[in-house]
Nanobody
Framework: QVQLAESGGGLVQAGGSLRLSCAAS????????MGWFRQVPGKEREFVAA????????YYADSVKGRFTISRDNAKNTVYLQMNSLKPEDTAVYYC???????????????????WGQGTQVTVSS
C-alpha cells in the first residue's frame, strides 16, 4: 500500500513557474518508480513525466520536454515536478502515481501505475 499526497498547485500567469510536490508513505520510497500525469475535464488522463527509482532515468511527454523537470528526494520520500514557461494549455489537475513493478522502469502508460494521489489543480492564465 502506498499513500500519495500532491501539493503546490495554484494559479499562475503564462510564462510563470510552479513546483509540485508529491509526498509518499507506506512503502520504501526508493523501491518505487514515480510518474506525473494530468487531466482536463472531458479528456483522458495524460502522461507528463516519469522517474526511475534512483532518479537516474527520466522520461517526458513531448509537450513538456524542455520546460518541466521531474526529480525525487528519496530521503524525503518526495517526488517533484518543476514547471517553467507555463502555458494556458498546461491547465489541468496534476496527479502523481507510483509504479511498484519489480523491474525499475519509466513508463508513460497509466496501467503501469498502481497507486494514485488525489491531484492538485494547476491553472495558467493567459
Amino acid at each position: 500500500q502506498v499513500q500519495l499526497a500532491e501539493s503546490g498547485g495554484g494559479l499562475v500567469q503564462a510564462g510563470g513557474s510552479l513546483r509540485l510536490s508529491c509526498a509518499a508513505s507506506g512503502r520504501t520510497f526508493s523501491s518505487v518508480a514515480m510518474g506525473w500525469f494530468r487531466q482536463v475535464p472531458g479528456k483522458e488522463r495524460e502522461f507528463v513525466a516519469a522517474i526511475s527509482r534512483s532518479g537516474g532515468n527520466t522520461y517526458y511527454a513531448d509537450s513538456v520536454k524542455g520546460r518541466f523537470t521531474i526529480s525525487r528526494d528519496n530521503a524525503k520520500n518526495t517526488v517533484y515536478l518543476q514547471m517553467n514557461s507555463l502555458k494556458p494549455e498546461d491547465t489541468a489537475v496534476y496527479y502523481c502515481a507510483a509504479d511498484l513493478a519489480t523491474v525499475d522502469r519509466v513508463s508513460r502508460y497509466r496501467y503501469a501505475y498502481d497507486y494514485w494521489g488525489q491531484g492538485t489543480q494547476v491553472t495558467v492564465s493567459s
